[in-house]
């Protein structure tokens, strides 16, 4: 199975910060990655796909990149509601696996 | 307006059995695969299972391979999951997906709480 690793576990910033949060596969997965938001109670949300493809209505504030097997999830400037959970996910194999996540707290 | 709506989760005792289900509504579900993911209290998230439109193709994770089944009724636009010979781990929220591609999970239902207790 593919692992995925994300980096760091949890991450603290204020309202107007940019924010970089990685995730490292443990072998090549071409760009067969996305990145979900998710906020306490609630269900996850699709926010990046195919490594770098902003998914419709998601604000251009979130960006993605690849460089090899590393993936970065960038928020260019934090807003309130950007404050959960970050977690990618590898779509390159089955069993489809996700990061352990990524918990983005107020400071 | 896509929406996912997921049924049929509780308490259930170790070994027991139960069947989840997921409602599509608002896009052509026949169209798209599907997907159940899962989360364990105060944890990650898991994939558990995916199927293709006409239900030709079924991908499980390998901690349900063998007890768990997916399937779907398309002229019902639904999606179920039956779970056998549960366990302590098998404790989650479990998530209706729709399935962007073959890959991604663009939609998401509210989830459903199964409980795998004595």
């Known amino acids: 199975d593919i692992q995925m690793t994300q980096s760091p576990s949890s991450v603290s910033a204020s309202v107007g910060d940019r924010v970089t949060i990685t995730c490292r596969a443990s072998q090549g997965i071409s760009s067969w990655l996305a990145w979900y938001q998710q906020k306490p109670g609630k269900a996850p949300k699709l926010l990046i796909y195919?490594?770098?493809s902003l998914q419709s209505g998601v604000p251009s504030r979130f960006s993605g990149s690849e460089s090899g097997t590393d993936f970065t999830l960038t928020i260019s400037s934090l807003q309130p509601e950007d404050f959960a959970t970050y977690y990618c996910q590898q779509a390159n194999s089955f069993p489809y696996t996700f990061g352990q996540g990524t918990k983005l707290e107020i400071k | 307006e896509v929406q996912l709506v997921e049924s049929g989760g509780g308490l259930v005792q170790p070994g027991g059995s139960l069947r989840l289900s997921c409602a599509a509504s608002?896009?052509?579900?026949?169209?798209?695969?599907m997907s159940w993911v899962r989360q364990a209290p105060g944890e990650g998230l898991e994939w558990a299972a995916n199927i293709k439109q006409d239900g030709s193709e079924k991908y499980y994770v390998d901690s349900v391979k063998g007890r768990f089944t997916i399937s779907r009724d398309n002229a019902k636009n639904s999606l179920y999951l039956q779970m056998n010979s549960l366990r302590a781990e098998d404790t989650a929220v479990y998530y209706c997906?729709?399935?962007?591609?073959?890959?991604?999970?663009?939609?998401w239902g509210q989830g459903t709480l199964v409980t795998v207790s004595s």
């Open positions: 195919a490594a770098s």
């Open positions: 997906a729709r399935v962007l591609g073959t890959s991604y999970f663009d939609y």
């Open positions: 608002g896009f052509p579900f026949s169209s798209y695969w």
